[in-house]
């Protein structure tokens, strides 16, 4: 089931890392079925590693919330509520549709044109990228926030983001969306270079849609 991650030149923190990426991938692939218990001692002959590291990688996924503790049971993978999924993903769009709204009127000239940059970047990503859409997603998210002129919100949107963490990665398993989702934020920024913020809002709110649809058409909840 696992792949095996050596660790003898490594120090725990960057074996955790490894361990954590490893059981996050069988888990957003279906290979780890929500509810499984996951058995340390089984997991740390498997992967050639400590009882450390591995409860390190543990805490890294609960704090996705791809893993769940239960006195006396231990470690689980997480079985993904659909409210979970509305809750987190309505209350993202409410907040960075209002982000992309107030970029529109306090961002600067210069500031928008390197928003713009990203544009450019992301309609070039091919569908195969994923880490690279990974990375550009986060800037394009992270930078609208900020963009806002509002540090509170701001705050509230990156708190969003990182809880958000494993419902980003199972939308983008299917290729297609990030080649949707690449047109989508071009069609966000470049509202926000014309200084339309009623479109601004309604490309962002259509974005975020989509991609929480996404997430309900993975195999976590089929």
Not at 62 to 79: D, F
Not at 112 to 122: A, F, P, V
Not at 158 to 184: D, P
């Amino acid at each position: 089931m696992f792949s095996i991650i050596e660790s003898n030149k490594e120090d725990n923190f960057s074996t955790a890392e490894n361990i954590a990426s490893e059981l996050r991938r069988l888990v957003l692939s279906g290979t780890l079925k929500p509810g499984t218990k996951l058995k340390e001692e089984e997991i740390c002959k498997q992967l050639h590693v400590s009882r450390t590291p591995l409860r390190e990688a543990f805490r890294m996924l609960q704090s996705e919330r791809l893993v769940t503790y239960t006195r006396y049971v231990g470690v689980s993978v997480a079985e993904l509520s659909a409210k979970f999924v509305e809750d987190n993903w309505d209350l993202r769009t409410m907040l960075e549709s209002y982000a992309a709204k107030q970029v529109v009127f306090n961002a600067t000239k210069e500031e928008i044109e390197e928003l713009y940059k990203l544009k450019k970047i992301m309609l070039d990503i091919q569908p195969n990228e994923i880490e690279k859409f990974e990375e550009y997603d986060k800037k394009f998210h992270l930078m609208i926030a900020h963009l806002s002129g509002n540090s509170e919100l701001e705050n509230l949107i990156i708190k969003m983001w990182n809880n958000s963490l494993s419902l980003r990665i199972i939308a983008v398993q299917n290729e297609k969306r990030i080649t949707s989702g690449c047109k989508e934020h071009g069609a966000v920024i470049q509202a926000i270079y014309e200084r339309n913020a009623k479109k601004a809002v309604k490309y962002m709110q259509e974005h975020l849609d989509k991609a929480k649809a996404d997430i309900f058409e993975s195999h976590l909840f089929k």
